[in-house]
């Protein structure tokens, strides 16, 4: 319909003043797992895609700008290195051939950004893939709550071992970056495959895959 006041013809050939575009700094939140004492961390790519700078928070509360090692969308891998004294002990790396249906994990991350928080369930299947999530998808799923803000976190083992970094979870549909609620489907990326991919990005920059 045609606008009916001079304002409204006024926004109709130059827009609404108040739709001017904000450019204001964009903040978004995840998660993350110290892997060595040299201060590598393994988290998902779509927690820092497109991001200017990564800012990481450790569990004692200090700060600091992490370095983008490399980041890999197809497997939906991403690692980071921070350079702190007195870094935490790094969390052990487990292995998916020793996982069972039915074995009892834990989520560990920063859901919603309230702080670290750990989750427990049961490790629900394996081999979940054609999800449409990433371009190779193995993934673990879980009843352990994950919510936004979960993602890159570990899925650890009754031992502490990780054997997945947390990646998605199915709301109305499957999503990495949902704004609702956490309803008893999360899938992680196993551990084998984002330590092949953590590997590649450390030593090379970028993941390459057999044809």
Same mark, same amino acid.
């Given at each position: 319909?045609?606008?009916?006041?001079?304002?409204?013809?006024?926004?109709f050939?130059?827009?609404?003043?108040?739709? *001017?575009p &904000?450019?204001?700094?964009?903040?978004? /939140?995840?998660?993350?797992v110290?892997?060595?004492? $040299?201060?590598?961390?393994? #988290?998902?790519?779509?927690?820092?895609?497109?991001?200017?700078? %990564?800012?990481?928070?450790?569990? &004692?509360?200090?700060? #600091?700008?992490?370095?983008?090692? =490399?980041? &890999?969308?197809?497997t &939906?891998?991403?690692?980071?290195?921070?350079?702190?004294?007195?870094?935490?002990?790094?969390? *052990?790396?487990?292995?998916?051939?020793? *996982?069972?249906?039915?074995d009892?994990?834990?989520?560990?991350?920063?859901?919603?950004?309230?702080?670290?928080?750990? /989750? @427990? =369930?049961?490790?629900?299947?394996?081999?979940?893939?054609?999800?449409?999530?990433?371009?190779? $998808?193995?993934? %673990?799923?879980?009843?352990?709550?994950?919510?936004?803000?979960?993602?890159g =976190?570990?899925?650890?083992?009754?031992?502490?071992? *990780?054997?997945?970094?947390? @990646?998605?979870?199915a709301?109305? =549909?499957?999503?990495?970056?949902?704004?609702?609620?956490?309803?008893?489907?999360?899938?992680?990326?196993?551990?084998?495959?984002?330590?092949? #991919?953590?590997?590649?990005? %450390? #030593?090379?920059?970028?993941?390459?895959?057999?044809?």
């Open positions: 319909p045609a606008p009916n006041s001079q304002e409204e013809w006024f926004n050939f130059f827009g609404d003043p108040s739709q *001017v &904000d450019n204001s700094p964009e903040f978004s /939140t995840g998660s993350g110290l892997i060595s004492k $040299e201060g590598i961390i393994l #988290t998902n790519h779509h927690v820092i895609e497109g991001a200017d700078k %990564i800012e990481v928070a450790l569990g &004692d509360g200090r700060k #600091t700008i992490a370095t983008l090692i =490399g980041s &890999d969308p197809d &939906d891998i991403a690692v980071l290195k921070i350079d702190l004294p007195n870094l935490p002990e790094p969390i *052990v790396l487990g292995n998916l051939n020793a *996982v069972r249906v039915g009892v994990v834990l989520a560990i991350g920063n859901p919603f950004g309230v702080g670290q928080t750990v /989750t @427990s =369930g049961i490790v629900s299947a394996l081999g979940r893939n054609h999800l449409g999530i990433n371009t190779f $998808e193995n993934f %673990i799923q879980t009843d352990a709550a994950i919510n936004p803000g979960n993602s =976190g570990p899925l650890v083992d009754a031992t502490g071992s *990780v054997i997945g970094v947390n @990646s998605a979870i709301s109305l =549909g499957f999503s990495a970056s949902s704004q609702t609620g956490s309803i008893g489907l999360g899938f992680a990326i196993p551990i084998n495959q984002a330590r092949k #991919t953590a590997e590649q990005l %450390i #030593t090379n920059g970028k993941a390459t895959y057999p044809v």
